[in-house]
């Protein structure tokens, strides 16, 4: 069964280092979704992705958070300078269709901490 | 803006009894779809149930259903029969199309444990 897959499965780094996250959706998938857990919090939305260009970013995702899709498999977060508060669980979706009637396929996630 | 809450962050439940996970909601939407999605340990996120506010039938997937009151906005899951592989997080979920685009929003979740 297709599946979303994320590298690495986690990541320490230092404050103040940048950092790349990594998914390769489903294929025949359309929407992409990064989202982000901190331990015992809720799961937050950061960045929903669509047609090659952001369709929507949190409060969450400023300036220091960036997406993007390289060679139209991998879909990338990038950190560019991570911050202690930066720690959590990055999970990775996509979606074939808009979500009020398509499922949301989740990867693993990305564990990244930052010392 | 949209808001799901769990009240439950941990269950217990015996091998083989029902056990019920709660959830509300608070939506402007004006016909939407909740969701339970489960976690097992070190593994994704996979979709257990779905339901259709416009819907007044509870959802069912096999062992797995819900009780969805939308007046009281109160979408619960019950797991009969429960077994060991039925322990993970679980999270309640609904989504957002206020800004124009889709998105999930996600409750706390509740981990749930099987006892054996």
């Known amino acids: 069964e297709p599946e979303v897959t994320q590298t690495p499965s986690h990541q320490v780094t230092q404050m103040g280092q940048e950092v790349i996250l990594r998914c390769v959706p489903i294929?025949?998938?359309?929407?992409f979704y990064w989202y982000r857990q901190i331990l015992g919090q809720k799961v937050e939305f950061l960045v929903s992705f669509y047609n090659n260009e952001i369709s929507e970013k949190s409060e969450i995702f400023d300036d220091q958070f960036s997406v993007e899709r390289p060679d139209g498999s991998n879909f990338t977060l990038k950190i560019r300078s991570t911050k202690l508060e930066d720690s959590a669980m990055y999970f990775c979706a996509s979606s074939a269709y808009r979500l009020n009637t398509g499922e949301l396929f989740f990867g693993e996630g990305s564990r990244l901490t930052v010392l | 803006a949209q808001t799901v809450t769990q009240s439950q962050p941990e269950m217990s439940v015996q091998e083989a009894e029902t056990v019920t996970l709660s959830c509300t909601y608070d939506?402007?939407?004006?016909?939407?779809?909740l969701f339970w999605y489960k976690q097992p340990p070190s593994r994704q996120m996979i979709l257990v149930i779905r339901?259709?506010?416009?819907?007044?039938q509870n959802a069912t997937e096999n062992r797995f259903s819900v009780n969805f009151q939308k007046a009281a906005k109160s979408f619960s899951l019950k797991i009969s029969d429960s077994q060991l592989g039925d322990a993970a997080m679980y999270f309640c979920?609904?989504?957002?199309?206020?800004?124009?685009?889709?998105?999930?929003?996600f409750g706390t979740g509740t981990r749930l444990k099987v006892l054996a």
């Open positions: 339901q259709e506010a416009y819907k007044q």
């Open positions: 939506t402007s939407e004006s016909d939407y779809y």
């Open positions: 294929s025949n998938h359309l929407y």
């Open positions: 979920a609904t989504h957002d199309s206020t800004s124009g685009t889709y998105k999930y929003i």
